[in-house]
């Protein structure tokens, strides 16, 4: 069967960091540094992202380039026979769990993106009622969470080169452009110095090994790493593509991203006066008092300023989710010999089923649970402190362990092969295997 490919270099670093930068980048970070303390969090966090989570991703890369496959055929051709499969079955399954959930809140996004376009999303409303409201309705948040599905259907089932690398390639610097226009918007306004101050002052007093498990928790989600969404895409890289290079650019962009949204949002909040901490309603509740507060008196600049950032996370919310479905539409489509967008609309539909499931658990299902938690909960917390970790400690353990060491060596080709080996062997797995275990523990 003929395999797409990205047609170039900077087209499979767009698509991988297209990955990775999405609403874990500008919903979630914001929102757990906020109720984690802050500039001591974001220490923690990048220890994560560059001594556990990279490691995943150049293994992930090293893994879905040498074999040219799937996230479950790649261990079949890498290590025919041995249960290393499980892993790859395990990342495609997580790709349906996320991707259900995930276009939920993407959903929200784009019901968020249309109110503040036609001009309802401003002064005067009753923001914290309008979200409770909106997501309890049993239809209006399953429309948008469709749409949202459609539209990463389409750009998944046009393929790797013209659906998903073209598609990245507009989408990133547009994403890119978009925050840097809103960070100086933010850094502009009074008493911005205190959400600076924030960011930037560690309290380590408020750490506790929940802010460690939430941190690596975020670096993997925020990362795309540990379900085999990267190997995924670094089976369409070219033989030129340099790996650890690539990662490195794909970690710095996201973390970037993900602080520099720390700064839209926290000058903002501080600005206006509200809590940090106040949780995931931080982008959908708050965000609109602190643009009413900030621009009432110019509805235009309010316009303006919510407009674009509903619209930034929208962009960055599908380059994310397309790499989602890619995992279980690659995986179908190769496995059963299905037609691409064949593949892709058998995904497509059960993650609409389960998405619809997720999206009920904010209302008409609100009691209906699992382990104590409603469908959109139990998603999150089975792929963020389960599947994801598990996954990225078999990856790295599976490459700096059984893999053959020269076809390792040369997929790397780099003169920090020695040092990545102890990564992926030592430093990666005992590091995720401790933070993992605590966080089973501590449930
Ligand atoms: N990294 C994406 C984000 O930050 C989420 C994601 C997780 C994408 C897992 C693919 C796989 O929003």
Request: charged content about 10%; some cysteine; aromatic content about 14%.
């Amino acid at each position: 069967m003929e395999r797409g490919n990205f047609g170039s270099k900077i087209g499979a670093i767009l698509a991988s960091a297209g990955s990775a930068v999405g609403l874990g980048n500008i919903w979630r970070f914001p929102t757990e540094c906020g109720s984690n303390g802050g500039a001591a969090f974001i220490l923690i966090y990048l220890v994560c992202v560059f001594f556990l989570a990279m490691p995943v991703m150049v293994a992930e890369f090293v893994i879905g380039r040498s074999s040219r496959s799937n996230a479950v055929g790649s261990y079949r051709v890498l290590a025919p026979g041995k249960p290393w499969v499980v892993s790859g079955f395990m990342g495609v399954l997580a790709g349906f769990l996320v991707l259900s959930y995930y276009s939920v809140v993407a959903g929200w996004t784009l019901d968020y993106t249309y109110e503040s376009l036609v001009g309802n999303l401003m002064s005067g409303a009753d923001f914290g009622q309008y979200f409770a409201d909106f997501v309890a309705s049993p239809w209006r948040p399953v429309l948008f969470l469709s749409i949202f599905l459609l539209i990463t259907h389409y750009v998944v089932a046009t393929g790797v080169e013209k659906g998903i690398e073209r598609y990245s390639k507009i989408m990133m610097p547009l994403l890119l452009l978009i925050i840097l226009v809103l960070a100086v918007f933010s850094l502009t306004m009074p008493n911005a110095m205190e959400g600076i101050r924030f960011l930037l002052t560690p309290d380590f007093s408020k750490v506790t090994k929940d802010v460690v498990i939430s941190a690596m928790g975020q670096a993997f989600f925020s990362l795309s790493v540990g379900m085999g969404t990267l190997a995924t895409y670094a089976s369409y890289f070219n033989k030129e593509t340099k790996l650890l290079p690539s990662a490195i650019g794909v970690c710095t962009i996201d973390t970037m991203v993900a602080i520099s949204a720390g700064f839209i949002i926290f000058p903002a909040v501080f600005s206006v006066g509200v809590s940090a901490d106040s949780g995931p309603g931080l982008v959908f509740i708050t965000l609109p008092y602190v643009f009413q507060e900030a621009f009432g008196t110019v509805p235009v600049l309010e316009y303006m300023f919510s407009g674009l950032f509903y619209v930034l996370l929208l962009l960055a919310a599908l380059t994310s989710s397309i790499s989602m479905h890619e995992i279980s539409t690659a995986y179908i489509h190769e496995t059963f010999k299905l037609s691409r967008p064949k593949a892709a609309a058998i995904v497509t539909a059960v993650c609409f089923l389960m998405g619809i499931a997720c999206s009920l658990s904010f209302g008409l299902w609100k009691d209906v649970t699992v382990m104590g938690k409603g469908f959109f909960d139990l998603f999150d917390f089975i792929t963020a402190k389960f599947l994801m970790p598990l996954g990225g400690l078999l990856i790295c353990t599976f490459v700096g362990w059984d893999m053959n060491k020269r076809i390792v060596a040369q997929e790397l080709n780099s003169r920090f092969t020695s040092l990545l080996m102890i990564l992926f062997s030592w430093v990666a797995p005992i590091g995720i295997g401790i933070i993992f275990v605590y966080g089973l523990i501590s449930g």
